[in-house]
């Protein structure tokens, strides 16, 4: 198989190039300025994109050793790359810059993970007079689309384990934020073969036909709950198989023994990190009525203390939100809670300056049937909420449609385990939250996803066994 080697220089992403010359405006959320733009690809260039990706599939797929080498390259490429990849992915998203930096190295590792694990055959051993082995085989060609809210990291969980199974791929970011996805697309075309990897940006309907498209054998998605149901019901189409990693409300249940300032600092930025526009951020807190004042104040002493600004500027901790409508959709829930009757204990308005800035707001007295609590906000703005009895908060935290994540603070390990272990969510963690291991399968509950992510459960989502038995002659 010939790869191209990591000498290779970085040219411009496999975008194919178009009959249309249609061009997509990337805006910068610190300024609300256009700052770049990206081909606004039509539909119809799908149908040779796919092609491409189902030739390239044939060799791609017969080499392992070759896959693990071009895979390792790529993640050197990609770390080589991090000092054009982190700036331009905080002028298009909004993140502070190490976070960017944080997105870059995640995708590197995330590369060099997948690259070392290959599932050989294995046996079936069941007693009966016949030899039978499971063999794992790549479905061909898989299309990614994801979200603008971690474009590097989220597209890596997609592109990493595919390709590694021995997968070509054909991926979608959000029109957003495409820059900084091109030129990783352009990085990884240095150490891989040509269209194992093809980046395709532009408005809807691009997404909606490359997940109806024929030519596809899988599509990974991850994104908001309505776009996933249609993504589901495109793929339908082909019976394509379907991994869906969609949004949650996570709560955090804080116990009768928490140590309100040991936690307030992990608590803050478990809700607040990039900005609140994290999937399995903490959207919601529920706190014990007796330690329910100190945490409201805890967490508005922190919410204050906060240095929101420009991602590029180097005291930054809380960039902007991404986007106009995001910003529209926080304000609207805000807006919503303080006329169900909840108050502002910190933030609650936008800083005067351009872009879609909004000062990180801590919400008290909420109602529990306001929308800011029963849906997903995905911006800066938490709801606390006091509870008298631990089996109502349980409860509560169960009772939206959502099920991704969820964690439990307290003192007690045990108890706070116990506890727990009554949530219905994928992932639940104890006296911190939104931790991940590359290691870990990562899948969420009810309206939160379909399939599983992450570890070699991620690489199986990506294969298809294939099982050859054959009497044994000895
Ligand atoms: P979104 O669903 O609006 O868009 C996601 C992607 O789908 C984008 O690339 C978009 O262009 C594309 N898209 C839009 N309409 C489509 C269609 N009809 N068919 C195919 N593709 C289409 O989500 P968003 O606003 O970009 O991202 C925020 C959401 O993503 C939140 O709900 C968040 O919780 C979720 N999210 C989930 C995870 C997870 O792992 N569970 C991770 C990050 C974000």
């Not at 997509?24 to 300024?31: I, K, N, Q, R, S």
């Not at 599932?119 to 085989?137: A, K, L, N, Q």
């Not at 805000?334 to 909840?342: E, P, S, V």
């Not at 969510?425 to 991940?436: D, P, R, S, Y």
């Amino acid at each position: 198989m010939a790869t191209n080697g990591p000498g290779r220089t970085p040219t411009t992403a496999r975008a194919a190039p178009g009959p249309r010359a249609a061009r997509l405006a990337v805006h910068d959320p610190a300024t609300g300025e256009a700052f770049g733009e990206a081909p606004d690809q039509h539909p119809d260039e799908l149908d040779a994109v796919v092609t491409r990706a189902h030739r390239a599939w044939r060799s791609w797929r017969e080499d392992p050793a070759a896959r693990t080498a071009a895979l390792l390259a790529a993640a050197d490429a990609v770390e080589a790359a991090g000092t054009d990849l982190a700036p331009l992915l905080t002028r298009e998203q909004g993140k502070p810059l190490a976070e960017s930096y944080a997105e870059v190295t995640r995708t590197a590792a995330r590369l060099r993970y997948f690259a070392a694990l290959a599932p050989g055959p294995r046996p079936i051993t069941d007693g009966r007079p016949v030899d039978s082995e499971i063999h794992w085989r790549p479905l061909g060609p898989v299309a990614a689309i994801v979200p603008w809210n971690f474009p590097l990291q989220l597209a890596s969980a997609k592109f990493a384990p595919a390709l590694a199974a021995g997968n070509t791929m054909v991926l979608k970011p959000s029109p957003l934020t495409p820059l900084a996805t091109r030129l990783l697309g352009s990085v990884l075309s240095t150490a891989l073969p040509r269209d194992v990897l093809t980046v395709v940006t532009g408005r809807e309907p691009l997404g909606a036909r490359l997940a109806a498209h024929p030519g596809i054998r899988h599509v990974t998605f991850t994104g908001s709950v309505p776009t996933g149901r249609a993504v589901a019901r495109g793929a339908a189409t082909s019976l394509a198989r379907v991994t869906l990693e969609l949004g949650g409300n996570d709560a955090a249940i804080l116990l009768e023994d928490t140590d309100v300032e040991q936690i307030a600092d992990r608590l803050f930025w478990a809700a607040f990190h990039n900005c609140g526009q994290v999937c399995m951020a903490v959207k919601r807190v529920y706190a014990p009525a007796r330690l329910y004042p100190q945490v409201v104040e805890a967490l508005a002493q922190r919410a204050r203390d906060t240095v929101v600004g420009p991602g590029l500027d180097p005291g930054t901790r809380l960039g902007p939100v991404n986007n106009a409508p995001q910003l529209a959709r926080v304000e609207h829930y805000t807006a919503r809670a303080l006329a169900d009757g909840a108050r502002i204990a910190a933030g609650g308005h936008r800083p005067k300056r351009p872009g879609h800035f909004h000062a990180p707001t801590i919400l008290a007295d909420v109602p529990p049937g306001s929308p800011v609590v029963t849906q997903e906000q995905f911006g800066p703005v938490l709801p606390v909420l006091p509870y008298t009895r631990l089996d109502e908060a349980v409860e509560a935290a169960n009772g939206t449609g959502f099920g991704l994540g969820g964690s439990v603070w307290g003192t007690d390990l045990d108890r706070a385990q116990e506890v727990a272990g009554q949530l219905e969510c994928g992932t639940a963690w104890i006296n911190h939250h939104a931790e991940l291991s590359l290691a870990q399968p990562f899948a969420g509950t009810k309206d939160s996803g379909v399939g599983v992510a992450g570890g070699p459960w991620g690489l199986y989502g990506n294969l298809r066994p294939f099982v050859v038995h054959r009497p044994r002659t000895a």
